[in-house]
C-alpha cells in the first residue's frame, strides 16, 4: 500500500469517527506511550498509587460507577434524613419557647394584636421555621460533600458523569455543580464559575435547578413518607424514603442533561468544550478540619441569605390572611382565583398559591399550604404527621395530588435566593428570566401530563 493509500484510508476511518472519540483516543495514546516510556526508564509509582488505580478501576468502571455513586448518595440522603430530625425538633422547641416569651412581652406592654401578628407570628414564626428546617440538614450534607471533595471522590463523579453531559452538549464540570445543588441551589449557581465556557456555564445555570436543594428536601421527605412509603414503619420507613428520594433525583437529572441537550441544539447552539481530567490521589481529609470548615463557610452564607429572604416573605404572608376584602382573606381570594389551574395539574388552588408565596424560599411552602387549610391566619406547624396527614386527605388528597405536589417541587423555578445569585452571575435579565421561565414551563407541563394519565385511566 503506497502512501497516499494510506492517508486516504487513515481520512475515511477519521471521517467515521465522532471528535470527541478522536480526541479520548489522541489522550489515550499519549498517556500509555508516556506511561510504557517512565516505566522503562524508572518506576516512580508507589504502592499508594498501584493501591488508587485499582480502585479507580472500580468506581470508575462502566459497570459499577454508577450504582456506587447512586449508592453514596443514598447513605448521603439517609444520614441527612436521619439525623437532622433530632437537631430540627431541638430548634424548633427553641423557637417555639422564645415565640412563648415574645408573646408574654408584647401582653405585657399591652401591644395592638396587629403588631404581635405581623412580628411575631409571622416575621418570627417564618424566619424561626427557616432556620429549624435548613440549618441541621445542611450542618449534616456539607460536612459530608466536603469530605468526599477532600478524600477525592469527586473528581471520579465528573468522570462518570462527562461522558453524558458532553452528549448533552455540556461540560463535564457541571456534574460538580449538580452536586452542590444538593445542598444549595444558590450556592450551586455560584460554583458555577469552575466552568471557563461561557455557553456551557450559561447551561449549567439554567438547568442546575432541577436538583432537589435543601429547601425543596422537606417537602419531598415529608410527602414520600406520608404517602408513598406509608406502609413501611421503623428503620425500612427511612430506607424507602431515601430509595424513593434517589428516584426523584434521577428524574431531576434526566431533566437536566434532556434540557441541556435541547439548549444546545437551540439558544446556546455550540459544541462541547473538551477537557482533560486527571484523577487525583486519594487522600485522607483532616475531618475536624473540613467539618468546620464547611458547617461555618458554607452552612452560615446559604442560611444568612435564606433567612433575608424568608422573613419578608412570612410578613407577607400573614398580611394576605389577615386582611379581607368583603368577607374573606386576600390569601383566601388568591386561592379561589388559582384553584381552576390547579386542579388542572392534579393539585388545587391552595398548593398554588403556597408555591407562589413560597417564592423568596422553598422551607415555607408546607406551612403556608396548611395555614391556608386551616384559615389559621398564621404559619402553621402540625406536631404528629398522622395529624398532618388527616389534614391533607379532609381536603381531598389523594397519591396524586402527593405525587404532583412533589413532581411541582422537584421541577418548578429558582427560590428568590437562586434568582438573585443568577441576575448577580449573569448581570442578564433576559437570561434570569430564562431560568425562571423554563423550569415553570416544565412543571406544568409534566404536573398536568401525569394528571391527565391518571385520570384518563381512571386510577382517581
Known amino acids: 500500500m503506497n502512501t497516499a493509500d494510506a492517508l486516504e484510508r487513515i481520512a475515511r476511518k477519521a471521517a467515521e469517527m465522532a471528535p470527541g472519540s478522536i480526541r479520548e483516543d489522541v489522550v489515550g495514546s499519549i498517556y500509555s506511550q508516556t506511561r510504557l516510556l517512565t516505566q522503562a526508564v524508572v518506576s516512580t509509582k508507589s504502592?499508594?498509587?498501584y493501591r488508587s488505580e485499582k480502585i479507580d478501576k472500580i468506581l470508575t468502571s462502566k459497570l459499577w460507577g454508577f450504582p456506587i455513586m447512586f449508592l453514596m448518595l443514598g447513605i448521603v440522603l439517609w444520614l441527612t434524613i436521619a439525623g437532622a430530625n433530632v437537631p430540627s425538633s431541638l430548634l424548633?422547641?427553641?423557637?417555639?419557647?422564645?415565640?412563648a416569651k415574645l408573646t408574654a412581652l408584647f401582653a405585657y406592654m399591652h401591644a395592638p394584636e396587629w403588631l404581635h401578628g405581623m412580628l411575631v407570628l409571622g416575621l418570627f414564626r417564618g424566619t424561626g421555621w427557616v432556620v429549624s428546617v435548613m440549618l441541621p440538614p445542611m450542618a449534616i450534607f456539607f460536612p459530608m460533600f466536603a469530605l468526599l471533595e477532600n478524600y477525592g471522590y469527586l473528581p471520579r463523579v465528573a468522570f462518570n458523569m462527562d461522558r453524558l453531559f458532553k452528549s448533552a452538549g455540556a461540560h463535564g464540570k457541571q456534574s460538580l455543580t449538580m452536586a452542590m445543588g444538593f445542598g444549595c441551589n444558590a450556592a450551586a449557581i455560584m460554583s458555577t464559575r469552575i466552568i471557563e465556557s461561557p455557553r456551557e456555564r450559561?447551561?449549567?445555570?439554567?438547568?442546575n435547578n432541577f436538583i432537589p436543594c435543601n429547601g425543596r428536601w422537606p417537602t419531598l421527605i415529608l410527602l414520600a413518607s406520608m404517602f408513598m412509603a406509608a406502609s413501611f414503619t421503623g428503620l425500612s420507613a427511612t430506607f424507602m424514603t431515601a430509595a424513593i428520594l434517589i428516584g426523584f433525583v434521577l428524574i431531576g437529572v434526566f431533566v437536566t442533561l434532556t434540557v441541556s441537550?435541547?439548549?444546545?441544539?437551540?439558544?446556546?447552539?455550540?459544541?462541547?468544550?473538551?477537557?482533560?481530567?486527571?484523577?487525583?490521589?486519594?487522600?485522607?481529609?483532616?475531618?475536624?478540619?473540613?467539618?468546620?470548615?464547611?458547617?461555618?463557610?458554607?452552612?452560615?452564607?446559604?442560611?444568612?441569605?435564606?433567612?433575608?429572604?424568608?422573613?419578608?416573605?412570612?410578613?407577607?404572608?400573614?398580611?394576605?390572611?389577615?386582611?379581607?376584602?368583603?368577607?374573606?382573606?386576600?390569601?383566601?381570594?388568591?386561592v379561589q382565583f388559582l384553584d381552576p389551574?390547579?386542579?388542572?395539574?392534579?393539585?388545587?388552588?391552595?398548593?398554588?398559591?403556597?408555591?407562589?408565596?413560597?417564592?423568596?424560599?422553598n422551607e415555607i411552602v408546607i406551612p403556608v399550604l396548611l395555614m391556608a387549610y386551616l384559615s389559621t391566619g398564621s404559619l402553621t406547624e402540625v406536631e404528629e404527621m398522622?395529624?398532618?396527614?388527616r389534614i391533607l386527605l379532609d381536603q381531598g388528597w389523594t397519591w396524586l395530588t402527593a405525587l404532583n405536589m412533589m413532581l411541582f417541587s422537584l421541577l418548578h423555578y429558582p427560590c428568590g435566593t437562586t434568582l438573585l445569585n443568577i441576575y448577580k452571575e449573569t448581570k442578564s435579565a433576559k437570561w434570569t428570566f430564562m431560568s425562571?421561565?423554563?423550569?415553570?414551563?416544565?412543571?406544568?407541563g409534566v404536573t398536568f401530563l401525569v394528571a391527565s394519565i391518571a385520570r384518563w385511566f381512571g386510577w382517581v
Open 47 to 49: 504502592e499508594r498509587d
Open 92 to 99: 424548633a422547641d427553641m423557637f417555639n419557647y422564645l415565640e
Open 202 to 207: 450559561m447551561l449549567a445555570i439554567l438547568t
Open 261 to 334: 441537550w435541547i439548549l444546545s441544539k437551540t439558544a446556546l447552539k455550540g459544541i462541547p468544550t473538551h477537557y482533560t481530567l486527571e484523577l487525583p490521589p486519594y487522600r485522607r481529609p483532616k475531618f475536624l478540619d473540613t467539618i468546620i470548615r464547611s458547617s461555618v463557610d458554607k452552612t452560615w452564607l446559604v442560611l444568612n441569605r435564606a433567612v433575608k429572604v424568608a422573613a419578608p416573605a412570612a410578613l407577607l404572608t400573614w398580611v394576605l390572611a389577615n386582611i379581607d376584602i368583603g368577607d374573606t382573606s386576600i390569601l383566601m381570594h388568591f
Open 341 to 361: 389551574f390547579g386542579k388542572a395539574l392534579g393539585m388545587d388552588g391552595y398548593i398554588l398559591a403556597a408555591f407562589i408565596i413560597g417564592l423568596p424560599a
Open 386 to 389: 398522622s395529624e398532618l396527614k
Open 436 to 444: 425562571f421561565i423554563i423550569p415553570t414551563a416544565i412543571a406544568v
